[in-house]
């Protein structure tokens, strides 16, 4: 093994000179009075290698002597991850022992001693190749695969298979030998280098089907495709972290990772607390139950928090490669972008805009493209969805992250700090946002089929009143009340209309916060019907209490049971209201 | 801080610039403390053995001769009770006149807490400000700042906020105070009758700008001392962190770095985060919450230091002088403190979150009202109601100079919503109306 000698110390970019190859992203061990500091190749020139240290390198000196490992940042991949909370070097938080993180102290992301009920899905004989499914054991709800490592190239055959029974992940429970005859023990363990994509699957199609977040402005408005890419950019306080905590409850997702990077710690810690006792609105079990939390808030180490999106998703490949629907929230990922602009300053690199490093784009670009909805070489599918939050410096969506990030997701959620502040949450801008998916052919037709027929064109009309509502109110506001039509009032209060009804959406109110598609149906339908009656006012002062009422009336049929008695009442009582000024 | 036996000492300075000096050693650890012709020192570079160092109070003066003494260990501060009551500089040296502290030594700037280890805050912080206890109320473990304008009475209104809390230690960590806003809050301490829970580390406007460096992680590590050691509710005071940040800006300069937004350091979010993150609620009852000043020029929200304030923090509190009652009030349309909901309705009275609610927007209508009045447009009735409630609901409500319970407050919001406009108006809750609407 290379080993080498600290020559450089600036924050955590250490300069080592080393004695022998090192290659590009490769791990090292920093020996710091015995406290070993883990360290990642990100540079190398002659015989110094630049390293990126995950860990503080206060008291660091020169002479400090220097490991290397031959492996890249791994994570260790196996039964046992769901419910863990790790961070973002896949540690698991709950293994450490003290009050504070210590320097050095690095825990085991599975449980060695824990016990699974194997029951093999392969027999010997049988040729396989990597991520072809061996067995499964149960890991809460879920069936978990366990595959021939990604790592292992080529064709094998099965030398023998364990029958079924109970493991520790360490035992072998089968054995694959190659064409030459090379015999290749496995047990349940298996790592991946989190900066290279997994890509044992037979294809790739466009995502077709719409997944379903509970979240009307998404679902309704701008629905996101299973397998499908969005980002929420969004200034402080606008609503992202609410937006993505409502969304990791109601997803139809079998598998939630939520990856904190280099957000607040009190967030973290709510989910900690919640989710072990919230339920699962699919299953009824909770919500921790299939979830999985990487952590790197804001005052870990920079370096680490880079590395938590790499992690989490690396994960989110793994449970995907057992054909399983899993949603990856990222928060955020400017953070994330920010620690690389650290770094490359620090080694002096020719900045971009903003300082941000010039190659950012491809970076986004290519964390993006690891999502998608695949078919396995079985056949079955499986897909990860995955949102961003992107916080813009200044509330300006012109700048490099947001930019790289627009050419990277389908979908485009900018929360409005005006929406915010009038406290229209979730804060969604219902004109700028939209989704790429509702122009595929294939979701449409699924949208069609699957909501209701003639859904889409439902959504556009939506979409449409929103514009004209906007259009009308613009000219109100130079014109005046009284110097426009009566008829721009009435296209003002009809977006209101939707607004208040569809977009908005209470995310602390139990029935308002997640909202089942089929129900969204029903509401928009209603709505669109009350848009198209013609109702007759004698002056614009006649529209602001009338209207104000139909919202009351409805906000009460979307705080009720969907059906319900009372809701049926509100409704009945709305309809009431609306024959007041039907047009005779 | 005193140096101790087998110190490293060099007289031989290769390179000096306004804030850092260079010199060939060896044996150097990262972020070591040193003197410099007695003057504090914090290695932040080394290369090979040529080890640049940050002089705290600036670098007039000093020759290539100067006398470099290594202390072998990073800054410190030595923790005990015996920190009550004390006022200290940036380096934690006495500046009260009294005798040393005697205690464990603790580094400054140490490792973050375990987040599985932390507790959800949930214990709710009193301050009879009703722009803070009913439209934003604090929790303990909460990090939050003031956004003011440098014209604004922020400190005295922080210093209000301090002294009518339950807290247990108020630390105070002034960066860049002016003279007399020391004396203000020393006097303010004094006179209160609570001096011994009261903990200072000052930098004041006559002190070299870098030492501000060293306050905020001064007065965070007494604060954890008494969280964690005797489970205190600590109450961290910094004023102001934008002259905090200012002293960044210097040293990255000095240091050739590729400045970022607003020529602030790239690194600016990741440090401030290291300082507000320090906030913390303890499950076994200690709380660390920090309460800030961020002055902001113009009241430019955009620029790079309120901006990254507030991706970090739990929320901002703005200060703004209502013409209308000539006092100062805490914004409630701008204002928000997003911990508010763990502890509203919950540990306070159930119609707290709905009364809160419909104020702020009973109150933002008469902000538009007004927009409509100054661009020449009629009023209606409506219009005109909500402007003579907001009038109201900031001068028995809002000004800074009220000091009642939350109960009170939601009584009288509910008298002046009566007063004002019809239950239809109001919008609340059924179960909460047939409460507290009075029959006529
Ligand atoms: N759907 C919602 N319903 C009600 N209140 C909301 C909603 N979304 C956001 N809020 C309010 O806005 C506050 C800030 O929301 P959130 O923490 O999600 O913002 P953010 O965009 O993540 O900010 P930051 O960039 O600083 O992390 C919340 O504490 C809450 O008070
Ligand atoms: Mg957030």
Redesign the interface.
């Given at each position: 093994m290379t080993k080498g000698i600290v020559?450089?110390?600036?924050?955590n970019l250490v300069?080592v000179e080393v004695d022998g190859p090192v290659s590009q992203n490769e791990i090292c061990y920093i020996d710091l009075h015995g406290v070993k500091l883990m360290a990642e190749v990100i540079k190398i020139a002659g015989n110094t290698a630049y390293t990126q240290v995950f860990e503080?390198?206060?008291?660091?000196?020169?002479?400090c002597t220097v490991e290397f490992t031959e492996r890249m940042l791994e994570v260790k991949l196996g039964p046992g991850m769901l419910s863990k909370?790790y961070d973002g070097l896949q540690d698991d938080?709950?293994k450490?022992d003290?009050?504070?993180?210590?320097?050095g102290e690095y825990t085991d992301p599975l449980d060695e001693h824990s016990v699974w009920h194997f029951t093999p899905l392969a027999k010997a004989g049988d040729a396989v190749q990597a991520g072809d499914w061996l067995g499964s054991v149960p890991e809460n709800w879920i069936n978990h695969k366990i595959m021939v490592p990604f790592k292992m190239e080529g064709q094998y055959s099965i030398k023998s298979i364990a029958a079924e029974g109970d493991f520790q992940i360490t035992d072998t429970i089968a054995v694959l030998a190659n064409a030459e005859g090379a015999e290749f023990p496995l047990n349940m363990i298996q790592y991946w280098p989190v900066k290279l994509p997994i890509r044992a699957y037979a294809s790739k199609p466009r995502p077709f089907k719409m997944m379903e977040t509970g979240v009307r402005t998404i679902d309704t408005l701008n629905p996101i495709a299973e397998g499908g890419t969005g980002f929420t950019p969004g200034?402080?306080?606008t609503g992202k972290t609410v937006l993505q905590h409502s969304i990791s409850q109601n997803a139809e997702a079998d598998l939630i990772i939520v990856a904190a990077c280099?957000e607040?710690?009190?967030e973290?810690?709510?989910l900690?607390?919640e989710f072990p006792e919230l339920d699962d609105p699919r299953t009824g079990r909770k919500l921790m139950e299939r979830t999985i939390i990487i952590?790197n808030?804001?005052?870990?180490p920079?370096a680490a928090r880079e590395a938590s999106v790499y992690t989490a998703m690396s994960i989110a490949e793994y449970y995907r490669s057992m054909g399983l629907r899993v949603l990856l929230l990222a928060d955020s990922t400017s953070?994330w972008a920010?620690a690389l602009?650290?770094m490359s300053?620090r080694m002096?690199e020719l900045?971009g805009p903003?300082?941000f490093p010039m190659d950012l784009p491809a970076i986004i670009s290519n964390f993006y493209s690891r999502a998608g909805y695949v078919f396995l070489n079985n056949g079955t599918p499986g897909s990860i969805t995955f949102i961003g939050a992107v916080?813009p410096?200044?509330?300006?969506l012109k700048e490099p992250v947001t930019e790289s990030t627009k050419k990277a997701a389908r979908c485009f959620y900018s929360l409005s700090q005006e929406r915010a502040?009038?406290?229209r949450y979730p804060a969604v801008d219902p004109i700028d946002s939209y989704s790429k998916y509702l122009e595929y052919d294939e979701v449409k037709e699924y949208l069609d089929g699957n909501i209701a027929p003639g859904w889409v064109h439902d959504v556009l009309t939506a979409k449409d009143l929103l514009l004209r509502g906007k259009e009308a109110k613009d000219q109100i506001n130079i014109l005046?009340?009284d110097g426009v039509p009566l008829d721009y009032h009435s296209r003002f209060w009809k977006s209101e209309l939707v607004d208040r009804i569809i977009l908005v959406q209470d995310g602390?109110d139990p029935v308002d916060k997640s909202t089942p598609i089929k129900r969204q149906a029903y509401m928009l339908q209603l709505v669109l019907k009350i848009c198209r009656e013609e109702l007759v006012f004698a002056n614009y002062?006649e529209l602001q209490p009338y209207y104000?009422?139909l919202i009351?009336g409805l906000r009460q049929m979307n705080y009720q049971e969907f059906q319900n008695a009372k809701f049926k009442e509100y409704e009945a009582q709305l309809m009431a209201i609306v024959a007041e000024r039907r047009a005779k | 801080m005193a140096g101790t036996a087998f110190q490293k000492i060099y007289t031989k300075l290769n390179q000096i610039t306004k804030a850092t000096c260079t010199v060939t050693a060896t044996g150097v650890g990262y972020e070591e403390l040193a003197t410099v012709s007695g003057r504090l020192a914090q290695v932040v570079k080394i290369m090979g053995n040529s080890v640049t160092l940050q002089i705290f109070s600036g670098t007039e003066g000093i020759g290539t001769d100067a006398e470099l003494v290594f202390f072998g260990k990073p800054p410190t501060l030595k923790v005990s009770d015996q920190l009550g009551g004390r006022f200290f500089n940036a380096y934690g040296d006495p500046i009260d006149g009294g005798p040393e502290i005697e205690g464990q030594e603790v580094e400054i700037g140490g490792p973050s807490v375990n987040p599985v280890r932390r507790k959800d805050p949930s214990e709710l912080i009193a301050t009879g400000i009703a722009g803070i206890d009913l439209n934003n109320t604090l929790v303990t473990g909460q990090k939050i700042p003031f956004f003011a304008d440098p014209d604004q009475p922020y400190n005295q209104v922080m210093a209000t906020v301090a002294l009518r809390t339950k807290a247990d230690k108020i630390i105070l960590g002034g960066m860049g105070l002016s003279n007399d806003d020391y004396l203000y809050y020393k006097n303010t301490f004094e006179s209160a009758g609570v001096i011994d829970k009261i903990i200072s580390f000052v930098n004041t406007t006559d002190d070299p700008p870098v030492e501000r460096l060293l306050v905020p992680n001064m007065a965070l590590a007494a604060a954890e001392y008494f969280a964690i050691e005797k489970n205190e509710s600590v109450l961290v005071l910094l004023t102001d962190v934008t002259l905090y940040c200012d002293a960044l800006s210097i040293v990255s300069n000095r240091m050739d770095q590729i400045p970022s937004k607003d020529s602030m350091p790239g690194s600016l979010y990741s440090d401030l985060a290291k300082i507000y993150e320090k906030a913390v609620q303890f499950p076994e009852g200690g709380s660390i919450t920090i309460i800030a000043v961020t002055t902001i020029s113009g009241g430019d929200i955009t620029h790079a230091i309120p901006d990254n304030t507030g991706y970090i923090t739990e929320g901002q509190l703005y200060l703004r002088r209502d013409t209308d009652i000539g006092k100062v009030i805490i914004d409630p349309a701008r204002s928000l403190s997003r911990l508010k909901t763990k502890v509203m309705g919950k540990r306070t009275r159930a119609d707290h979150p709905q009364v809160m609610s419909a104020s702020v927007r009973l109150n933002s209508d008469a902000v538009n009202a007004k927009t409509k009045m100054e661009n020449g447009f009629d009023l209606s009735d409506y219009d005109e109601r909500t402007l003579k409630f907001a009038r109201d609901y900031a001068e028995q409500i809002l000004a800074i100079d009220v000091n009642v319970d939350t109960d009170q407050m939601l009584d009288t919001t509910w008298a002046l919503f009566q007063k004002y406009f019809t239950r239809e108006e109001v919008a609340i809750k059924d179960e909460f109306m047939q409460l507290y609407w009075k029959k006529a």
């Amino acid at each position: 093994m290379t080993k080498g000698i600290v020559t450089g110390i600036i924050s955590n970019l250490v300069h080592v000179e080393v004695d022998g190859p090192v290659s590009q992203n490769e791990i090292c061990y920093i020996d710091l009075h015995g406290v070993k500091l883990m360290a990642e190749v990100i540079k190398i020139a002659g015989n110094t290698a630049y390293t990126q240290v995950f860990e503080s390198t206060r008291g660091l000196q020169p002479g400090c002597t220097v490991e290397f490992t031959e492996r890249m940042l791994e994570v260790k991949l196996g039964p046992g991850m769901l419910s863990k909370n790790y961070d973002g070097l896949q540690d698991d938080l709950n293994k450490m022992d003290g009050l504070f993180l210590t320097r050095g102290e690095y825990t085991d992301p599975l449980d060695e001693h824990s016990v699974w009920h194997f029951t093999p899905l392969a027999k010997a004989g049988d040729a396989v190749q990597a991520g072809d499914w061996l067995g499964s054991v149960p890991e809460n709800w879920i069936n978990h695969k366990i595959m021939v490592p990604f790592k292992m190239e080529g064709q094998y055959s099965i030398k023998s298979i364990a029958a079924e029974g109970d493991f520790q992940i360490t035992d072998t429970i089968a054995v694959l030998a190659n064409a030459e005859g090379a015999e290749f023990p496995l047990n349940m363990i298996q790592y991946w280098p989190v900066k290279l994509p997994i890509r044992a699957y037979a294809s790739k199609p466009r995502p077709f089907k719409m997944m379903e977040t509970g979240v009307r402005t998404i679902d309704t408005l701008n629905p996101i495709a299973e397998g499908g890419t969005g980002f929420t950019p969004g200034p402080f306080g606008t609503g992202k972290t609410v937006l993505q905590h409502s969304i990791s409850q109601n997803a139809e997702a079998d598998l939630i990772i939520v990856a904190a990077c280099g957000e607040r710690a009190n967030e973290v810690v709510e989910l900690f607390v919640e989710f072990p006792e919230l339920d699962d609105p699919r299953t009824g079990r909770k919500l921790m139950e299939r979830t999985i939390i990487i952590c790197n808030t804001s005052n870990m180490p920079v370096a680490a928090r880079e590395a938590s999106v790499y992690t989490a998703m690396s994960i989110a490949e793994y449970y995907r490669s057992m054909g399983l629907r899993v949603l990856l929230l990222a928060d955020s990922t400017s953070r994330w972008a920010q620690a690389l602009r650290e770094m490359s300053n620090r080694m002096e690199e020719l900045p971009g805009p903003d300082a941000f490093p010039m190659d950012l784009p491809a970076i986004i670009s290519n964390f993006y493209s690891r999502a998608g909805y695949v078919f396995l070489n079985n056949g079955t599918p499986g897909s990860i969805t995955f949102i961003g939050a992107v916080s813009p410096a200044g509330g300006n969506l012109k700048e490099p992250v947001t930019e790289s990030t627009k050419k990277a997701a389908r979908c485009f959620y900018s929360l409005s700090q005006e929406r915010a502040d009038s406290k229209r949450y979730p804060a969604v801008d219902p004109i700028d946002s939209y989704s790429k998916y509702l122009e595929y052919d294939e979701v449409k037709e699924y949208l069609d089929g699957n909501i209701a027929p003639g859904w889409v064109h439902d959504v556009l009309t939506a979409k449409d009143l929103l514009l004209r509502g906007k259009e009308a109110k613009d000219q109100i506001n130079i014109l005046g009340d009284d110097g426009v039509p009566l008829d721009y009032h009435s296209r003002f209060w009809k977006s209101e209309l939707v607004d208040r009804i569809i977009l908005v959406q209470d995310g602390f109110d139990p029935v308002d916060k997640s909202t089942p598609i089929k129900r969204q149906a029903y509401m928009l339908q209603l709505v669109l019907k009350i848009c198209r009656e013609e109702l007759v006012f004698a002056n614009y002062e006649e529209l602001q209490p009338y209207y104000t009422r139909l919202i009351n009336g409805l906000r009460q049929m979307n705080y009720q049971e969907f059906q319900n008695a009372k809701f049926k009442e509100y409704e009945a009582q709305l309809m009431a209201i609306v024959a007041e000024r039907r047009a005779k | 801080m005193a140096g101790t036996a087998f110190q490293k000492i060099y007289t031989k300075l290769n390179q000096i610039t306004k804030a850092t000096c260079t010199v060939t050693a060896t044996g150097v650890g990262y972020e070591e403390l040193a003197t410099v012709s007695g003057r504090l020192a914090q290695v932040v570079k080394i290369m090979g053995n040529s080890v640049t160092l940050q002089i705290f109070s600036g670098t007039e003066g000093i020759g290539t001769d100067a006398e470099l003494v290594f202390f072998g260990k990073p800054p410190t501060l030595k923790v005990s009770d015996q920190l009550g009551g004390r006022f200290f500089n940036a380096y934690g040296d006495p500046i009260d006149g009294g005798p040393e502290i005697e205690g464990q030594e603790v580094e400054i700037g140490g490792p973050s807490v375990n987040p599985v280890r932390r507790k959800d805050p949930s214990e709710l912080i009193a301050t009879g400000i009703a722009g803070i206890d009913l439209n934003n109320t604090l929790v303990t473990g909460q990090k939050i700042p003031f956004f003011a304008d440098p014209d604004q009475p922020y400190n005295q209104v922080m210093a209000t906020v301090a002294l009518r809390t339950k807290a247990d230690k108020i630390i105070l960590g002034g960066m860049g105070l002016s003279n007399d806003d020391y004396l203000y809050y020393k006097n303010t301490f004094e006179s209160a009758g609570v001096i011994d829970k009261i903990i200072s580390f000052v930098n004041t406007t006559d002190d070299p700008p870098v030492e501000r460096l060293l306050v905020p992680n001064m007065a965070l590590a007494a604060a954890e001392y008494f969280a964690i050691e005797k489970n205190e509710s600590v109450l961290v005071l910094l004023t102001d962190v934008t002259l905090y940040c200012d002293a960044l800006s210097i040293v990255s300069n000095r240091m050739d770095q590729i400045p970022s937004k607003d020529s602030m350091p790239g690194s600016l979010y990741s440090d401030l985060a290291k300082i507000y993150e320090k906030a913390v609620q303890f499950p076994e009852g200690g709380s660390i919450t920090i309460i800030a000043v961020t002055t902001i020029s113009g009241g430019d929200i955009t620029h790079a230091i309120p901006d990254n304030t507030g991706y970090i923090t739990e929320g901002q509190l703005y200060l703004r002088r209502d013409t209308d009652i000539g006092k100062v009030i805490i914004d409630p349309a701008r204002s928000l403190s997003r911990l508010k909901t763990k502890v509203m309705g919950k540990r306070t009275r159930a119609d707290h979150p709905q009364v809160m609610s419909a104020s702020v927007r009973l109150n933002s209508d008469a902000v538009n009202a007004k927009t409509k009045m100054e661009n020449g447009f009629d009023l209606s009735d409506y219009d005109e109601r909500t402007l003579k409630f907001a009038r109201d609901y900031a001068e028995q409500i809002l000004a800074i100079d009220v000091n009642v319970d939350t109960d009170q407050m939601l009584d009288t919001t509910w008298a002046l919503f009566q007063k004002y406009f019809t239950r239809e108006e109001v919008a609340i809750k059924d179960e909460f109306m047939q409460l507290y609407w009075k029959k006529a």
